[in-house]
């Protein structure tokens, strides 16, 4: 049995997830509370419902962490029915342990600043006025209004996430190659992106540094979106591609149901707090990460 301290990620069998255990498994006992209860190499994989509580409880109790990813995908058709039940599973499982976490890592998103155009925000910000900002700041207050005194409680603002094996890179690499990788609407929306790796790092450094409330889970140079096309464009060795006008953008989410207008809010978000607090970002170079990206997928086509 393992004496390295545990961190237990609910909801992490995905993308974000997995890029965790990556980094955290070399020094951490990593605990994944999924909805699966398929085996995930480097983890202890606890199954949950994803509404009720149960053993898996147990896995939360003396925790070192809690990273809750449960609240990051914004394109799903929720209901107001689930949002809260995931909402009340989630703090419930704190409130029930004998020995809640030291610290409690929720995930959040930039959708809790709104649709802001060119105006730059950081986490003093105040919260915007529609539907995905008030669904991020129900989230963050669910955390602030559970009483574990003795847990620091941290709120990750995920922004828009570049990684090979999920997000919207994958689809958008389709989009490009096949010559319809040009700006979405009027391409002046600003894009917060991120690297995975930087994403993950981020995580454990919330997690092992003396640092409480909001962090913005983006890169310090965030881009237009007709700018972030042109890069995928030039890393896909595509030199033109047509824009893609908003009505058809909304056009197509309503076909496949999926909140694609979210590709068509700008949101200036920088990471002030990370900044500050001496976070070292490794991958903030948007071409060479594109580049890496790319290469990536054609190599785990030839294998």
């Not at 976490?101 to 802001?116: F, L, R």
């Not at 490009?176 to 991120?194: D, E, M, R, S, Y």
């Not at 030199?239 to 058809?248: Q, T, V």
């Not at 999926?258 to 700008?266: H, P, R």
């Amino acid at each position: 049995m393992t004496n390295r301290s545990k961190i237990v990620i609910a909801g992490g069998s995905g993308f974000i997830g997995n890029a965790l255990i990556l980094e955290l498994k070399a020094d951490y006992e990593v605990v994944i509370l999924s909805r699966s209860a398929k085996l995930i190499e480097d983890a202890t994989v606890a199954q949950w419902t994803g509404h009720d509580l149960g053993d898996w409880t147990t896995y939360v109790d003396g925790a070192f962490a809690l990273i809750n990813l449960v609240g990051e995908p914004i394109t799903l058709p929720w209901t107001d029915e689930n949002k809260k039940k995931i909402l009340d599973s989630r703090v419930e499982s704190i409130r029930t342990v004998k020995a809640p976490p030291k610290v409690w890592i929720n995930a959040s998103a930039v959708g809790y600043y709104g649709d802001t155009g060119d105006e730059v925000k950081d986490e003093t910000s105040p919260a915007g006025d529609d539907f995905l900002a008030e669904t991020c700041l129900a989230w963050e207050r669910a955390q602030d209004e559970t009483e574990v005194p003795q847990t620091r409680k941290v709120k990750l603002r995920v922004g828009f996430v570049l990684g090979r094996d999920g997000g919207a890179f994958p689809q958008l690499a389709k989009l490009t190659k096949g010559f319809l990788g040009g700006a979405v609407g009027n391409g002046h929306q600003w894009v917060p992106w991120i690297d995975l790796r930087d994403l993950a790092r981020m995580f454990r450094w919330a997690a092992e540094t003396e640092i409480k409330g909001p962090i913005n889970g983006v890169g310090p140079e965030p881009v237009q979106n007709k700018d972030l096309m042109a890069a995928m464009r030039h890393a896909a060795h595509r030199p033109w591609s047509p824009p893609a006008p908003a009505f058809a953008v909304k056009l197509a989410g309503s076909v496949i149901g999926m909140q694609t207008d979210v590709a068509l809010v700008s949101q200036r978000a920088v990471p002030k707090v990370a900044l500050e607090k001496g976070f070292q970002f490794q991958h903030s170079d948007l071409a060479q990460v594109l580049q890496e990206l790319f290469e990536g997928t054609e190599n785990k086509k030839t294998e």
